[in-house]
């Protein structure tokens, strides 16, 4: 059982690289077992990410440009995110307070509603990583810290 298994490639090149591999094949993974739960709702992973962004902003709209800076995955094509979660009623545009040229987005009752039921099955969602213990969780979590953040 493992990586190596897993994907049937049994050498690599040191172990940075079969980390790097397991790392990219989980996320994939992890995406694949969450996919049905998003379905459900006609929503994607990106989409959710997004109206969990808005409605922690709540009731403060938030710019395209903030939305895209505190997504998980940042993407060039938040505009067309959004434009999709508009047109479900599950964001709305709102005139910027402080320069009325600009548009801000903030969550729709029907968005908040949509994050409501999700909330239900946090369990399901979280139990993807139910063989961790709470210890190894949280340890996880440092390395992938580590990872992106060095020695700091």
């Known amino acids: 059982m493992g990586i190596a298994n897993d994907i049937q490639q049994s050498r690599f090149r040191n172990a940075w690289q079969k980390a790097a591999i397991n790392l ?14 998003f379905e459900s709702e006609d929503i994607t992973p990106q989409q959710f990410n997004i109206l969990r962004i808005l409605r922690g902003s709540y009731p403060h709209p938030l710019s395209t440009l903030q939305i895209r800076e505190r997504m998980l ?3 060039s094509d938040t505009s067309r995110i959004v434009d999709r979660l508009i047109t ?7 005139i910027c307070k402080t320069d009325r040229r600009l548009v ?15 909330d ?18 949280a340890a996880l979590s440092d ?5 992106r953040h060095g020695g700091e």
């Not at 239900?120 to 969780?137: T, Y």
């Not at 390395?143 to 990872?147: A, E, G, S």
């Open 73 to 75: 995955e940042k993407m």
């Open 120 to 137: 239900a099955r946090q369990d399901q969602i979280d139990g993807v990583l139910g063989n961790l213990s709470e210890n190894d969780a």
């Open 24 to 37: 990219i094949y989980t996320t994939s993974w992890m995406r694949g077992k969450n996919k049905n739960i």
């Open 88 to 94: 479900k009623g599950l964001v709305k545009k709102v």
């Open 143 to 147: 390395l992938l810290d580590k990872i």
């Open 104 to 118: 801000d987005v903030i969550i729709s009752d029907k968005g908040k509603k949509l994050l409501e039921r999700l």
